[in-house]
């Protein structure tokens, strides 16, 4: 079945650099996704990658794709305090109709 | 500007009161979603309405059920709240086609049973 992985916590300081991984099984996933948590508050989409691709940057967020090994990261360089949140890694449902998450990565960041 | 309105941020029941939350979108999306997250959980999707098509995730229990009665709005019904349904209720929308199907999520509806 289609099951996502992810390492639970994370602790960085601040202005280094944090990397989130995951890894998923679905290996027909189009589309791999990170989106970000803040306390209280809903999923807000950070970024996405195609799967034909194998890096994408986008500002302080590198994603890297690794199809073979179906391995995702997430690096964030010059970690901030404020992106202190939980993370979450997900991949298209088989059906294309939903994504399925991982549970989370909580990044702290310390300064 | 929010695109994605879940109210009411928090809700408290009793155990066994019916409850219902509910979801309202600007963004005029054809497909709107339910997903539960329970404390430290991955969210899990429910259920989601591809315009009025109503499409059940196999394992969502028949306690939980969904109206959609215009595009705007959504709504989560809980029949009988039990203590486990305690958990944060996510509302996403997201436009029809087969591409990279970004989701806009709420802010999401925090449910204590009591």
């Known amino acids: 079945g289609e099951d996502v992985e992810q390492s639970l916590f994370l602790s960085v300081r601040e202005g280094d650099s944090s990397v989130i991984n995951c890894t998923y099984t679905?290996?027909?996933?189009?589309?791999l996704y990170w989106y970000k948590q803040e306390p209280g508050a809903g999923l807000q989409l950070l970024t996405y990658i195609f799967s034909n691709m194998d890096m994408k940057q986008d500002q302080r967020l590198t994603v890297l794709l690794n199809k073979k090994d179906k391995h995702l990261s997430l690096r964030i360089a010059d970690t901030q305090t404020g992106d202190s949140a939980i993370y979450f890694c997900a991949e298209r449902n088989q059906a294309g109709t939903a994504l399925i998450f991982g549970k989370g990565t909580t990044l702290s960041v310390s300064s | 500007d929010a695109m994605v309105i879940q109210n009411p941020r928090y809700q408290v029941t009793q155990f066994g009161k019916p409850v219902t939350l509910s979801c309202s979108q600007t963004l005029n999306h054809n497909v709107m979603y339910w997903y539960q997250q329970k404390s430290s959980q991955a969210p899990k999707l429910l259920f989601h309405?591809?315009?009025?098509?109503?499409?059940n995730e196999a394992d969502t229990p028949d306690n939980f059920q969904s109206r959609r009665p215009n595009t705007s709005f959504c709504f989560l019904d809980i029949r009988s709240p039990g203590l486990g349904d305690a958990a944060m209720y996510l509302c996403?929308?997201?436009?029809?086609?087969?591409?990279?199907?970004?989701?806009?999520f709420g802010a999401g509806t925090r449910l204590s049973v009591l």
């Open positions: 309405y591809y315009d009025k098509d109503f499409n």
């Open positions: 996403a929308t997201s436009p029809p086609g087969t591409g990279v199907n970004i989701q806009y």
């Open positions: 679905d290996s027909s996933s189009t589309y």
